[in-house]
């Protein structure tokens, strides 16, 4: 396949009709969502969808479980736990050592993953841009410098995708980027209103 530059390369949507979208910047989501008559939902709306009432750490409950989503742990068919596990995973899969490449999967097809409220691929599979804006959680509160230079200027996305271990795909981790930044594993999911009848706007 001749690379073009500034192109990803890699399987073309057309050929995973039934798969997320990804190499997809938080822009091109926002103008695909006003096209649609929707939204990206915003950062709360998102981990409410996720978590439900209970506030669970995974939207199936409180333990982790690698049959349940589309993680880096469900390719590697055994537990990651910390930064040197994926970065060993990662090593092996990079070298072509994995008997499959790992990818997103078919929407919904982690069917035991959903959410309280039925919601599918909440964790895993591809991490879903928000339409919030990367602010501290509590404003008089100092969370580094790192934290302090995100604040304001990047875009949240939630969720993790296929290439995250467990801790990255938990329903209140919070990732920012930029918002003109698109790859592999970063797509987005659409939201809409309720009008007080409880029937959609």
């Known amino acids: 396949m001749l690379a073009i530059p500034g192109r ?63 993680s880096a742990e469900y390719w590697s068919r055994g537990p990651i736990t910390g930064g040197a596990g994926w970065a060993g995973w990662w090593q092996r899969h990079r070298k072509g050592n994995e008997t499959v490449l790992p990818s997103t999967t078919p929407v919904g097809a ?35 410098d790192l934290y302090d230079q995100l604040a ?9 995708s296929w ?5 990255q795909c938990r329903a209140a981790e919070r990732l920012a980027g930029n918002a003109q930044y698109s790859n592999f594993q970063t797509g987005f999911r659409c939201a809409g209103n309720l009008d007080a009848t409880g029937d959609d706007a």
Do not use: K
């Open 8 to 70: 990803p390369v890699g399987p073309c949507w057309r050929d995973l009709p039934d798969h997320p979208a990804v190499h997809l910047c938080a822009t091109d989501a926002d103008a695909y969502a006003a096209w649609a008559g929707l939204r990206l939902p915003t950062e709360a709306e998102w981990e409410y969808a996720a978590r439900g009432p209970q506030a669970l750490e995974w939207p199936w409950g409180n333990e982790f479980d690698a049959d349940a989503c589309n």
């Open 110 to 144: 982690f069917p035991s993953g959903a959410s309280p409220f039925g919601v599918l691929d909440m964790a895993g599979n591809a991490m879903e841009w928000t339409a919030s804006i990367y602010q501290p959680y509590d404003p008089d509160r100092s969370y580094g």
């Open 152 to 160: 304001g200027l990047y875009r949240v996305a939630r969720g993790g």
């Open 163 to 167: 290439m995250n271990f467990r801790y």
